[in-house]
């Protein structure tokens, strides 16, 4: 059954992408593709995010006799009282909180890798309500600071994300630009505010960011701490 709570079905959504569902759940997801919008834009997202990784590895063919090496171990008898892994609760069935924080991880290797100017601050930023649930990623180095939504995280209707920095010691914050619907905000030019041990913060505003432009006018919703790769 297709959840609707939005973090459930993101998380089922990029376990999708994947390809780690049985294949049941995978059947279910390709027939619910066509008529379920949302779901098609959870998978659509992710395919953007992650597909990116297969670009990483060349391509290796296996060895000639690894199938069959695979079906002996299979075809073992198990121990007595011994469960096989793949007969007990798959252990990829991620918590939302905890896919959140694996996609997260590779994102960050997606910047460290495919970035000729490797960063040097990343930033994971969550719910102070759900701190074991990031939901964007900042990255920080010369070729100035990205930061991108990992858990598909959208403002409510009407409403705009805006990013902000707070110095080190500071209690004034600084607006460094409103985050594009498609959750990913580049930034050339780096403000002094964003260094280590500064604090990236996101609040709510109007589509046109905040009408204070040395304070949010929303409530902020994401926040955290930039730290040194």
Do not use: C
């Not at 100035?144 to 209707?157: Q, S």
């Amino acid at each position: 059954m297709i959840p609707e709570d939005h973090e459930e079905l993101n998380a089922l959504a990029g376990e999708y992408v994947l390809g780690v569902l049985e294949p049941a759940q995978q059947r279910e997801v390709q027939a619910a593709l066509a008529s379920n919008a949302t779901l098609r834009d959870a998978v659509a997202f992710w395919e953007e995010q992650l597909h990116p990784l297969s670009s990483l590895a060349a391509p290796v063919d296996p060895p000639a006799d690894l199938w069959n090496k695979i079906e002996a171990r299979l075809d073992q008898t198990p121990q007595a009282g011994v469960t096989r892994w793949w007969n007990q609760p798959a252990p990829w069935r991620w918590a939302t909180g905890g896919f959140a924080a694996v996609a997260a991880a590779l994102l960050l290797y997606i910047a460290l890798g495919g970035s000729p100017a490797a960063p040097n601050y990343v930033v994971m930023l969550h719910s102070p309500q759900q701190q074991d649930q990031t939901s964007f990623v900042a990255t920080v180095g010369r070729d100035g600071l990205t930061i991108r939504t990992v858990a598909a995280a959208r403002p409510p209707a009407g409403r705009a994300y805006e990013l902000w920095a707070i110095a080190p010691g500071a209690s004034t914050p600084q607006a460094i630009g409103v985050i594009p619907e498609n959750g990913v905000l580049r930034v050339a030019s780096l403000p002094p505010d964003v260094r280590l041990g500064a604090t990236l913060a996101i609040s709510v505003e109007p589509p046109g960011g905040s009408p204070d432009q040395h304070k949010p006018s929303g409530p902020v919703v994401f926040v955290g701490a930039v730290e040194s790769l």
